[in-house]
T-cell receptor
C-alpha cells in the first residue's frame, strides 16, 4: 500500500542548510510534494516535483528525487527563523488522485 | 494564490452534540473538496472526498453517518460531526481543488487553516 515516511524532528542553526528526507513506497507515484505547516495553520504547498524529474530548484528550496530508491529530499538554504514549521512530504499517483502525507518533520531553528 | 477558509477556527462542544464545520473556496470554484483529520504529531488522514452535487466518497474506516458531508455549491462544503464524543476531538482540515491553478500541478489542492474541535 501507499506509505510515506519521514523523520519527526530536525534541529538546524540559523544560516545553515536544512535537509529533510522522505521515503515513499509506491513507485507509481507521479507527483511528490512538500508542504509547510506553521503552528495553528493549514498546509501551504511549498514545491512539488514530477516523478520524471531528478531535481527542482526554487529560490532557497532544492528538491532531489531518487526514484530508484524512492527517496525525496528538501533542502532549505540559509535557514531562517521563519522556516520554523512542520514540513510534510506527500505523494499522489496522478493529478486527480488523493494525496498521501507523511507524519511531518518539525524543523527547529537554533540561534 | 487561491484561498480556502474554514469556519469556525475552533469549537468546544459537549459530548453528544453535533458540530458543523464549513469550508469555502474564496476566489475559485471547487468541484472537489477534501476533508482531513490530523491528530497531534500525526499526519493528515484523508476522511472523505466531497464532490459538488453528489455524495461524498469516504475512506475506509470513516463512518459516513458520523461525519456528514454536504457539498451543495461550488464554493462550500460542510462537515458535520454528529453526536460528537471526546475521541472526535481533533484538528479538521479541508482542501479544495482548483482546476484552473497555474504554476503547480493541474488540480492543485489548496488547504484551509483548519478547525480545532474539542469535545468535553
Amino acid at each position: 500500500g501507499e506509505d510515506v515516511e519521514q523523520s519527526l524532528f530536525l534541529s538546524v542553526r540559523e544560516g545553515d542548510s536544512s535537509v529533510i528526507n522522505c521515503t515513499y513506497t509506491d513507485s507509481s507515484s507521479t507527483y511528490l510534494y512538500w508542504y509547510k505547516q506553521e503552528p495553528g495553520a493549514g498546509l501551504q504547498l511549498l514545491t512539488y516535483i514530477f516523478s520524471n524529474m531528478d531535481m527542482k530548484q526554487d529560490q532557497r528550496l532544492t528538491v532531489l528525487l531518487n526514484k530508484k530508491d524512492k527517496h525525496l529530499s528538501l533542502r532549505i538554504a540559509d535557514t531562517q527563523t521563519g522556516d520554523s514549521a512542520i514540513y510534510f512530504c506527500a505523494e499522489s499517483l496522478n493529478r486527480d488522485d488523493k494525496i498521501i502525507f507523511g507524519k511531518g518533520t518539525r524543523l527547529h531553528i537554533l540561534p | 494564490g487561491a484561498v480556502v477558509s474554514q469556519h469556525p477556527s475552533w469549537v468546544i462542544c459537549k459530548s453528544g452534540t453535533s458540530v458543523k464545520i464549513e469550508c469555502r473556496s474564496l476566489d475559485f470554484q471547487a468541484t472537489t473538496m477534501f476533508w482531513y483529520r490530523q491528530f497531534p504529531k500525526q499526519s493528515l488522514m484523508l476522511m472523505a472526498t466531497s464532490n459538488e452535487g453528489s455524495k461524498a466518497t469516504y475512506e475506509q474506516g470513516v463512518e459516513k453517518d458520523k461525519f456528514l458531508i454536504n457539498h451543495a455549491s461550488l464554493t462550500l462544503s460542510t462537515l458535520t460531526v454528529t453526536s460528537a464524543h471526546p475521541e472526535d476531538s481533533s484538528f479538521y482540515i479541508c482542501s479544495a481543488r482548483d482546476p484552473q491553478s497555474a504554476g503547480g500541478p493541474s488540480d492543485t489542492q489548496y488547504f484551509g487553516p483548519g478547525t480545532r474541535l474539542t469535545v468535553l
